[in-house]
């Protein structure tokens, strides 16, 4: 009867300790600022998934944020954003563009990349995410 009782705590305890080990750390990149924070950001996400490849990474953006997911648009250096947006999209980066930002912007979503996503409000969205557990981080 102890080694059941004792079994069933081992195997409960290995459960517990590879469910922790497997769960992803979930982040929420706030941008509303291309100019700022959009080049330093997607350096950023590209960091933290070398160091983290398991990382739930979602970027929400608003305001002058959205500007770098619109077709067409470079860094400073010139290089287009969509490139290194599209690479990170395939490593599992969500990029979310706020539908209110488009409103108040007479914006249309045929301006945006395609790797684009959209959501009602960026800064609810944040706000969810991290009610969700996401860590929060602005470039």
Do not use: W
């Not at 990474?57 to 250096?77: P, Q, W």
């Not at 990349?113 to 602005?138: C, W």
């Amino acid at each position: 009867m102890k080694r059941t009782i004792r079994s069933i705590v081992v195997g409960t305890l290995f459960a517990v300790a590879a469910a922790t080990a497997s769960a992803q750390d979930a982040v929420v990149y706030h941008v509303n600022d291309t100019a700022t924070q959009a080049l330093a950001g997607l350096r950023n996400i590209r960091n933290h998934l070398e160091a983290d490849p398991g990382a739930k990474i979602t970027v929400v953006t608003h305001a002058f944020g959205v500007d770098f997911l619109m077709e067409g648009m470079k860094d400073r250096n010139e290089n287009p954003f969509s490139a290194t947006v599209a690479a990170l999209v395939a490593r599992g980066v969500k990029f979310e563009v706020c539908e209110f930002t488009l409103k108040n912007r007479n914006l249309k979503k045929e301006q945006f990349i395609q790797e684009a996503d959209f959501t009602p409000s960026g800064v609810a969205r944040i706000a969810k995410l991290q009610k969700q557990g996401a860590a929060y981080i602005k470039p």
